[in-house]
């Protein structure tokens, strides 16, 4: 069994400037909450990094 590392967040704010954080488009804005998220990344393993030097994504094992 594994699982992809990510971090989930209930936003209402934007971090930075801390006013109201809308989901959509500039154009078209959509109000309220919304969930935002990220993958974990790590620097690449050798079989990793010929496709990808740049980084990995973490994987969690039960190991």
Do not use: C
């Not at 967040?9 to 488009?25: F, P, S």
């Not at 500039?26 to 909450?33: A, E, L």
């Not at 919304?34 to 974990?40: I, T």
Request: net charge positive; glycine share 4%.
């Amino acid at each position: 069994m594994l699982f992809w590392s990510q971090v989930w967040e209930l936003r209402h704010r934007h971090i930075a400037t801390r006013r109201r954080a809308d989901r959509g488009t500039k154009s078209n804005p959509i109000p309220g909450p919304h969930l935002v998220y990220g993958f974990l990344t790590t620097a690449p393993n050798a079989v990793v990094e010929p496709i990808h030097p740049k980084a990995m994504s973490v994987i969690l094992t039960t190991d």
